[in-house]
């Protein structure tokens, strides 16, 4: 595993790129239970997944997988000759105005580019949260490329004190929050017509510290890398917590919606989203 990390490690991102495609199209023959996940994925979000999209969609997935081996070599010559800004003007004027923000994005696109393009292109101290990778070597890698731009990176446990006291010293916060997760760390809320799963924790620390949230995604389009924002999302001041918690998860869930449909090939359609979906009190999955 340390050869082929240490090998993976020096090559050029076209290269890196050409790889991630050969892996994705062997993924496409070989997985076939990712297949008819993504398949499923796929009719939920209302998209035909014929066998031209998903070979597409894994090429890009397996992109996104292994653009983890650049993320250290990214520097100012990169982004200027690589990265677009939609409305440019706006997303500045936001970070200046916010010294602290909590910045959702999702497994969709370049995840692994967007806290470097925001620490270097806005000069913000960020922080990212992730998860731990049973893998120790791995995650060792994974964590140490994560932290190589002097983005600070930790997982999931005791989040909500470190993520208080980093909003506190004006971080900003990114996390992913379009993946299903466990019913003890989640409420249910409508993503795509269905009742599913939905991670709680970022949205009631902006509740409960008053800090809105910043959507920000990074695509590849046309051989560029544009990162793309929304509208602040802004917790309700008053009323019941948990109706609170509901309404914001909804508008998250309502900005993943728009950008999916955008980019349903850039998505991470593989992972099982809807393994947790309530009606009726009554919980399943559609897999």
């Given at each position: 595993m340390g050869f082929v990390i240490s090998f993976l490690s020096k090559l050029k991102l076209n290269t890196l790129y050409k790889l991630a495609d050969i892996i994705g199209l062997i993924g496409f023959y070989l997985l076939k239970g990712r297949r008819n996940v993504a398949k499923k994925n796929c009719e939920v979000i209302g998209i035909e997944a014929n066998?031209?999209?998903?070979?597409?969609?894994?090429?890009?997935?397996?992109?996104?997988?292994?653009?983890?081996?650049?993320?250290d070599k990214i520097d100012t010559e990169f982004i200027v000759n690589n990265v677009l800004i939609e409305d440019e003007k706006k997303l500045f004027q936001i970070m200046e105005k916010y010294e602290s923000l909590l910045v959702v994005g999702a497994h969709l696109g370049s995840w692994e580019f967007g806290p470097v393009f925001v620490k270097k292109i806005f000069k913000k101290k960020i922080a990212i949260i992730g998860r731990r990778i049973k893998n120790k070597k791995i995650d060792s890698f994974v964590k140490k490329q994560r932290g190589s731009q002097g983005v600070e990176y930790f997982t999931h446990r005791d989040v909500a004190l470190k993520v208080s006291k980093l909003l506190d010293d004006d971080y900003y916060i990114g996390s992913l929050l379009d993946h299903g997760a466990m019913?003890?760390?989640?409420i249910y809320v409508d993503f795509f017509g269905l009742k599913t799963t939905f991670i709680a924790g970022?949205?009631?620390?902006?509740?409960r510290k008053k800090i809105p949230?910043?959507?920000?995604?990074?695509v590849r389009e046309n051989g560029y890398y544009k990162l793309i924002h929304y509208d602040l999302i802004f917790p309700e001041k008053k009323g019941d917590l948990k109706e609170r918690l509901s309404n914001l998860a909804k508008k998250i869930n309502l900005v993943y919606e728009d950008v999916i449909k955008k980019y349903p090939d850039q998505w991470y359609s593989i992972h099982k989203r809807f393994k947790r979906v309530k009606k009726d009190e009554e919980t399943y999955s559609i897999y």
């Open positions: 066998d031209d999209f998903l070979k597409n969609n894994f090429k890009n997935i397996f992109r996104s997988f292994i653009e983890v081996f650049y993320l019913d003890k760390d989640s970022i949205p009631l620390i902006a509740i949230i910043l959507p920000l995604f990074v």
